[in-house]
Nanobody, 124 residues
């Protein structure tokens, strides 16, 4: 599975960005993770493509929305009310393990496929 992420950029605090991640084939769930300079990579949000169940990190709940377009094998991350602490490289990931087809995970070890990162910079 190949993943192509896009949509990063520079935005002022309080602004919005939308990230996209297109997969080369259908998967069971897809997620977004991010890594800020000097920090560990952390979970942001994930969605199960069948049924649309979602999961969010506490730090983005209420500000970020993950959605999917199954016909395009694409997920989106709408990021509103951005804060400087949201600055990071954002990575999309996909899980194609049939044993997890009914779940959505926040653990990066359960995602087998990763896209290239896209930089999001929020200025204060």
């Amino acid at each position: 599975v190949q993943l192509q992420a896009s949509g990063g950029g520079l935005v002022q605090a309080g602004g919005a960005l939308r990230l996209s991640c297109a997969a080369s084939e259908r998967t069971f769930s897809m997620g977004w993770f991010r890594q800020a300079p000097g920090k560990e990579r952390e979970f942001v949000a994930a969605v199960r493509l069948s049924g649309g169940s979602t999961s969010y990190a506490d730090s983005v709940t209420g500000r970020f929305t993950i959605s999917r377009d199954n016909a395009k094998n694409t997920v989106y991350l709408q990021m509103n009310s951005l804060k400087p602490e949201d600055t990071a490289v954002y990575y999309c990931a996909a899980d194609k393990n049939p044993r997890r087809r009914y779940s959505v995970s926040s653990s990066e070890v359960e995602y087998d496929y990763w896209g290239q990162g896209t930089q999001v910079t929020v200025s204060s």
